[in-house]
């Protein structure tokens, strides 16, 4: 059975390419809006990793993050921020909110895949 990989973005087009980079790659995939409709998505899902944006309304990557984490059964799932920013600073707040890696946009499709492989396990 295909593990399944949650993408939430704001952005279609982002959605659109992380999807089919990893359908492509054997992979299902769950697509949310905002943090709001992944943390909605997510309750009763069995979702094995969340592919996150940072800057979305209505809630952002971080705010997800630590909502998804404070649930037990989400705890140990391997959660990677997919987004613009770069800064250190942004990344410590990442990491500090439960974030088990980082890709900077544009991304290529093998890295990104390659980053699921290694997470996933």
Do not use: F, W
């Given at each position: 059975m295909p593990k399944i990989i949650m993408?939430?973005?704001d952005s279609a087009s982002v959605r659109?390419?992380?999807g089919f980079t990893l359908k492509d790659a054997g992979y299902d995939v769950v697509e949310a809006v905002d943090g709001r409709d992944a943390l909605n998505k997510l309750n009763g899902s069995n979702v094995n990793?969340?592919?996150?944006?940072?800057?979305?309304?209505?809630?952002?990557?971080?705010?997800?993050i630590e909502q998804a984490r404070a649930q037990k059964q989400f705890k140990f799932m391997p959660i990677v921020m997919l987004t613009t920013e770069s800064q250190?600073?942004?990344?410590q707040q990442g990491k500090a909110a439960g974030a088990t890696g980082w890709i900077v946009k544009p991304f290529k499709p093998e890295q990104l895949v390659a980053v699921v492989k290694k997470v996933l396990g």
């Open positions: 993408t939430a973005d659109q390419m992380v990793m969340l592919i996150t944006d940072l800057n979305m309304p209505n809630m952002n990557g971080i705010e997800l250190d600073s942004m990344k």
